[in-house]
């Protein structure tokens, strides 16, 4: 029967080979379901695994299994924040956001704390985890994950530059000229892919858009980057319709 199944399948989690136990631990997310106490407790178990990818496998799987708010899976996934390695400490990151409810500032917290970590792969986990915690909150939540975000703008790996981008619509307020003037400077950025993101972070939180807006996408027309160049494409033709003769950007000039 499906006792039998599930005892068979964890006995697997005590393998010698990690791939062996990922799998295990992939076999029972599938086999059981969401609230399931026993597979939760049989993968809780995995977080102290020798192996870092069995670790990882069962903090993602925690993420789909366990009820969000659960104080007992949250307490060792809080604890695998500090684990020695980047990536189970992403994967930890990733988990938390999806156990917690939003507004959690524990949660927001532990996570606001890894903004700064070692690890690139770690600190993009952050990022998200700090705007997934923090959308649909109240004004001040929101502005403090838009802080947060916006610090790691000039992290010096582009894919944490490029996720905070990407991450940016859903705390930010449309049409704030502040954060509109650092999206473009983006434009700017020595790595493809986050001049890429900068535009469509643009088309996303441009609701109005003056010639100044236009004139900074328009400047990527000529992206030696084949992809960022469509993008220029792309969000340029939105910004014309989207044109107003309001300026966002008379603090640059104020500023000299």
Excluded: W, Y
């Excluded at 033709?237 to 000299?256: A, I, N, P, Q």
């Amino acid at each position: 029967g499906e006792q039998r199944t599930f005892d068979e399948v964890s006995f697997l989690l005590g393998d010698s080979q990690p791939q062996v136990k990922v799998a295990a631990i992939r076999c029972i997310l599938q086999i059981s379901e969401a609230g399931d106490e026993q597979a939760i407790q049989a993968i809780c178990a995995r977080l102290r695994d020798r192996d870092a990818s069995v670790r990882s496998a069962a903090l993602e799987a925690l993420a789909r299994l366990a009820p969000r708010g659960s104080q007992l899976v949250l307490e060792p996934v809080l604890g695998a924040l500090d684990d020695r390695e980047g990536t189970v400490r992403a994967a930890a990151l990733t988990s938390l956001a999806a156990l917690s409810r939003a507004g959690d500032q524990s949660a927001i917290q532990a996570a606001t704390a890894k903004l700064d970590d070692a690890d690139a792969g770690a600190r993009r986990a952050a990022v998200k985890a700090v705007v997934d915690l923090s959308t649909g909150c109240s004004k001040d939540v929101r502005k403090a994950a838009l802080q947060a975000v916006l610090a790691r703008l000039s992290d010096t790996e582009a894919e944490v530059r490029s996720t905070a981008l990407q991450m940016l619509a859903p705390v930010c307020e449309k049409d704030d000229r502040a954060i509109v003037g650092l999206v473009c400077g983006k434009l700017q950025d020595s790595s493809p892919s986050v001049r890429r993101e900068a535009l469509l972070a643009l088309e996303r939180i441009v609701a109005k858009a003056d010639s100044r807006v236009l004139k900074a996408t328009s400047a990527l027309l000529n992206d030696p980057d084949l992809h960022t160049l469509r993008a220029a494409q792309q969000v340029t033709d939105k910004m014309k319709t989207r044109r107003t003769s309001s300026g966002f950007f008379g603090f640059v000039s104020r500023r000299g």
